[in-house]
């Protein structure tokens, strides 16, 4: 096939398409389309009924990217920061700005800090972890497992995950087995 | 009240909270009804996005009933139904100005790139979702809307993300009559990109994926030629062929972080989370997609970088459009389309669980089990 000016496949007519397809070409006109182009300046289109928002507060101890140049007036105020996670996430907003690969990483620690202490502060309580009932998997007899993942392109990896998932808490286990053992040993 | 909560990658569960509380006067709190899990949650759950913390509650798709407002609202009072939009903005910074709801300045204290997202950590602004009973909603009289007499409530819930996300990847795609679109990814977002696609003159529409239950949805919902991409040794070729080898006019990422088809990407972005996402799937987009065409992405990346093939998009002469959705800017078209019986976006949801099997439905939908598309939480079941 010759390369031309023209498509090499022509899709089917507009006519075609109108009788196939519900709605076929209801937003041909490019007017029809609200959100394109992306800006399009209205600032009463909103519904706010004032020019700038009351401050929420101003709460100093809630963290902020460096690159505002104060607290946003509305913020989350979901779960502060506490601990020592808290305190990694804390110097990642204070020092990096959100352009340094840092800032991110440093965030990323903080998730696995927090997650591995919530899990091990959770074995003290009343209600530990349970990472039978937490992940789910005690649903998979009623979702068709075998049916539902035969011929798939992901099963491919599937093998990692369990490595991956459980790889860490065994490896924790087997240094603390050492740990204990070696303490042990060195008392006899 | 009971809400979800994460309590690390994989674990989530129900947990006794406190009520939220109106902590600014233009607050509302509302008692859902209804909330969505979506695909960017699982991002989430895998532990990808930087700073989820524990006792989070997911949630950004959801409808529900005015329990409470704050002293400054005035077009809600309680009892009133209420549809919202997944984005909290202000309605009155630069962006909001300029119609950017998704990019508002003030409400994100955590990030500049980023706005605020209902339960979606506090990389987003860190407000707590709609996996509850209760949620606080800021900006009562700019995000909500109430839901019309004539709109079932499945509907509603898919356009608080799912629909108007999909919707808005056709618009930025700017579809001239007879392109042929490609889609990549048949979940929610895809299949309602695909759909939108043919409003918008599209003269074909392809859609990709490796599960062909989603296929046969994407067939059935949005009338598209399908093709699974494990059934392919190489889908740019695939792509080439199907157009006379000049690639599609326009590539819509639907897929985003979690993309599966290739090991090393794989490994190194959803496993040991060293990039903010795997681009597999607009890496496919650049390479299929025809010289000087338009790339949409609508798929969520985390803030990391992402290996993504920069130097072909250049020498291709691309267009790269995107941005999270602005998703009230969507509702009037959408409104009228539903009305008139073009659209039907609720035919999405596949399954309804109970706010207390909050774990199996993550399963469910991360594993891809009973052919789920789009599971839906009732929290009052
Ligand atoms: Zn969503
Ligand atoms: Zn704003």
Redesign the pocket.
């Known amino acids: 096939m010759p390369y031309t000016p023209d498509k090499p496949v022509s899709p089917p007519s507009a006519d075609e398409l109108r009788a196939r397809i519900p709605g076929w070409g209801a937003d041909l006109d490019p007017a029809d389309r609200p959100s394109f182009p992306k800006e399009r300046f209205d600032p009463g289109a909103t519904g706010a009924h004032w020019t700038e928002p009351e401050r929420q507060g101003d709460d100093p101890r809630r963290e902020r990217s460096i690159e505002h140049a104060h607290l946003t007036a509305v913020y989350g105020t979901a779960q502060p920061l506490h601990g020592v996670s808290g305190a990694i996430r804390r110097y990642a907003y204070a020092r990096y700005s959100e352009g340094r690969a840092a800032h991110w990483l440093l965030l990323v620690l903080g998730d696995r800090v927090e997650a591995t202490g919530a899990h091990v502060r959770s074995l003290f309580t009343t209600r530990p972890d349970n990472p039978i009932t937490e992940t789910g998997i005690l649903a998979e007899p009623r979702l068709r497992p075998i049916a539902s993942r035969r011929g798939r392109v992901d099963l491919r990896h599937a093998w990692i995950d369990p490595i991956l998932v459980a790889g860490p808490w065994i490896l924790g286990g087997w240094v603390a087995l050492r740990m204990v053992r070696r303490v042990f040993v060195r008392r006899s | 009240m009971k809400a979800m909560v994460y309590r690390g990658p994989y674990k989530v569960r129900v947990e006794e909270k406190p009520d939220p509380r109106i902590e600014h006067p233009n607050d509302a709190i509302v008692r859902v009804e209804l909330a ?1 899990i ?4 699982l991002h989430l759950y895998h532990g990808m996005i930087p700073d989820t913390r524990i006792g989070h509650t997911f949630g ?2 959801f409808i529900g009933r005015v329990e409470a407002v704050g002293s400054s609202v005035q077009t809600l009072k309680p009892g009133d139904r209420v549809m919202v939009p ?1 984005n909290i903005f202000c309605g009155t910074c630069f962006f909001c100005a300029r119609g950017l709801y998704s990019n508002c300045h003030n409400v994100n204290a955590n990030a500049t790139a980023l706005g605020g997202i209902y339960g979606y950590s506090h990389t987003a602004g860190g407000f707590d979702g709609g996996q509850a009973e209760m949620v606080r909603v800021p900006f009562a009289d700019v995000g909500p809307t109430i839901i019309p007499e004539w709109l079932s409530d499945d509907d509603a819930l898919m356009l608080t ?2 629909f108007a ?1 999909g919707y808005f990847g056709a618009q930025l795609g700017d579809i001239s009559e007879g392109d042929t679109v490609v889609v990549f990814g048949a979940g929610p977002v895809g299949l309602a990109a695909a759909r939108s696609s043919w409003l918008m003159g599209a003269g074909r529409v392809i859609v990709i994926d490796h599960l062909d239950y989603r296929l046969a949805k994407a067939r059935e919902f949005a009338f598209a030629e399908t093709h699974n991409f494990a059934h392919h040794d190489d889908v740019v070729v695939l792509l080439k062929k199907l157009t006379g080898h000049l690639g599609a006019d326009v590539a819509i990422d639907a897929v985003g972080a979690e993309a599966d088809g290739n090991l090393t990407q794989h490994i190194t972005s959803a496993k040991l989370k060293l990039q903010g996402g795997s681009p597999i799937a607009l890496n496919w987009a650049i390479d299929g997609v025809r010289k000087g065409g338009n790339i949409s992405v609508m798929g969520a990346y985390g803030p990391l970088f992402s290996a993504v093939k920069f130097g072909d998009a250049l020498n291709k002469g691309l267009t790269l459009r995107m941005n999270q959705a602005p998703v009230k800017r969507q509702w009037p078209r959408l409104f009228e389309h539903i009305r008139a019986g073009l659209i039907s976006p609720g035919d999405m949801i596949t399954h309804r669980i109970p706010l207390d099997a909050i774990a199996e439905g993550y399963h469910m939908f991360s594993s891809k089990l009973d052919d789920c598309i789009k599971p839906v939480i009732v929290p009052g079941a």
């Open positions: 969505a979506c695909g960017s949650d950004h798709e997944f993300d799912a996300t």
